[in-house]
C-alpha cells in the first residue's frame, strides 16, 4: 500500500487536484478502480487515470466544524477496493488526526501570544524607565561636549596643548561609546526578534542590565552591589529573553524599596556556580518583603500586588526560566525584604 498525508497548507497548494476536489465533498470518497471513473465523477474531475499512478483510491477529508483542515489520500497501485472495516478504520484515524493538527495549531498560536506579551511587557518596564534613561544617555552627551570645549580651548593656546587635546578628545570618543552602549541595550530590549540560542556570559547580562537601571535606582534612593561569581560558567540562552528576566526582578525591587522610610535601601544581586553545572542568580531587596498568602500565586498570570500592574511581569520570567531548563522561586526575608532566585543550566 503506498499512502500520502496532505496538510492544510498542502490542501491550498494542490487546488484543484483530484485529492482536493474529492476532499471537498466531506465524505471518504473510495474509487476501486480509477481506470474507469465514471458518472459524477467523471464529469466532476476529468482526469486520466493514469496521472495519479493508482488504480485504488481512497481520500479521506480532515474536517474540523465542517470546514477542511487537511485530507489523508490512500492508494493501490493495482485494483484491491478497500473493505469497510479499513474505511471505518481511516475515518477514526482522520478524526485523531484532525484533533493532532488542532493541537499543534493551538500551541503554535499559543506560542505566538506568549511572545507578544513578552514583548509589551519588556515595553511596558522600558516606558516606565525613561526618564531614568533619558538621564543615563544625556549624562555621556554633557560630558563629551565639556571635553569637546575643554579640547578647543587648549587648541586656541599659542602654542597649542597638543597633549591635552589629545585625552579631552579620547574621553570625548569613550563618552560618546557609553551612550551609544546605553542606546544599544534599550534598542536590543525593545526590539520584536524571534527567540535565538546563543552562548552568553551571565554576569555579563547581569551588569548590562544594572547599567540600564541604575539611573532609576538613584532616583529612588537604592544602593545596587554585585556579587558575581568569577567561575561562572557561559549558559546558552535567548540574552534578551534572560535579559527581559533581571529587567523585571531588578525594577521590581527598586519599586518595592520606594515606599520605605526607615533603614536603608539596599539591592543585592549576585551569581554563583551551581551543580550540576548551571548558574544560580539572585537578586535580595529591602523592602517591605512578601505577604505569606501572595506567594502561592506570586507567578500567576495577572496576579498583582501592585496597584497599577498587568500581573504579566513574574509570569513571563518563569516561563522564560522553565523553558531554559531552570526554576524561578521567591522567599521572604527577615527582618525585611524578598529574595527572587532562579538557576539555569550551564551550556
Known amino acids: 500500500m503506498v499512502s500520502q498525508v496532505w496538510s492544510s497548507f498542502q490542501v491550498l497548494v494542490e487546488k484543484g487536484s483530484l485529492p482536493d476536489r474529492l476532499a471537498a465533498r466531506r465524505l471518504p470518497t473510495h474509487i476501486p478502480d480509477m481506470t474507469v471513473i465514471e458518472g459524477d465523477l467523471l464529469d466532476d474531475f476529468g482526469i486520466p487515470a493514469v496521472t495519479t499512478g493508482f488504480r485504488t483510491s481512497l ?7 465542517d470546514e477542511i483542515v487537511g485530507i489523508i489520500s490512500l492508494g493501490r497501485k493495482q485494483v ?4 469497510e472495516k479499513q474505511i471505518s478504520l481511516f475515518r477514526d484515524f482522520a478524526a485523531q488526526a484532525t ?30 524607565l525613561t526618564a531614568s534613561l533619558a538621564h543615563e544617555i544625556k549624562q555621556p552627551i554633557a560630558t563629551a561636549r565639556n571635553n569637546a570645549a ?20 579620547t574621553c570625548v570618543v569613550n563618552d560618546a561609546d557609553r551612550a551609544g552602549d546605553v542606546v544599544d541595550r534599550i534598542g536590543s530590549l525593545i526590539k520584536k526578534t524571534p527567540p535565538r540560542k546563543e552562548v552568553v556570559d551571565l554576569n555579563a547580562v547581569v551588569l548590562e542590565v544594572t547599567a540600564l537601571t541604575r539611573g532609576e535606582a538613584v532616583k529612588a534612593g537604592v544602593t545596587v552591589s554585585t556579587q558575581l561569581a568569577d567561575d561562572s560558567p557561559r549558559i546558552r540562552c535567548d540574552r534578551v529573553q534572560l535579559q527581559q528576566v533581571m529587567l523585571n526582578l531588578i525594577v521590581n525591587a527598586i519599586q518595592s524599596m520606594s515606599g520605605v522610610e526607615d533603614g536603608d535601601r539596599e539591592l543585592h544581586i549576585s551569581t554563583v556556580s551551581i551543580d550540576p553545572k548551571g548558574v544560580r542568580v539572585a537578586v535580595r531587596d529591602t523592602g517591605p518583603g512578601l505577604r505569606s498568602q501572595s506567594l502561592p500565586r506570586l507567578f500567576e498570570p495577572f496576579y498583582t500586588t501592585k496597584p497599577d500592574g498587568m500581573g504579566m511581569g513574574l509570569s513571563i520570567c518563569r516561563s522564560i526560566i522553565e523553558a531554559h531548563g531552570g526554576r524561578l522561586w521567591a522567599t521572604t526575608c527577615e527582618p525585611r525584604g524578598a529574595l527572587f532566585q532562579f538557576t ?3 551550556d
Open 80 to 83: 484491491q477496493p478497500f473493505t
Open 150 to 169: 575643554a579640547a578647543l580651548r587648549f587648541l586656541e593656546k599659542s602654542p597649542p596643548d597638543v597633549a591635552e587635546v589629545s585625552e579631552a578628545l
Open 99 to 128: 484533533i493532532a493538527l488542532e493541537i499543534t495549531r493551538r500551541e503554535r498560536q499559543y506560542r505566538e501570544m506568549r511572545s507578544e506579551l513578552a514583548h509589551a511587557n519588556r515595553v511596558a518596564t522600558m516606558g516606565q
Open 59 to 65: 481520500v479521506v477529508p480532515l474536517l474540523k466544524d
Open 344 to 346: 539555569i543550566r550551564a
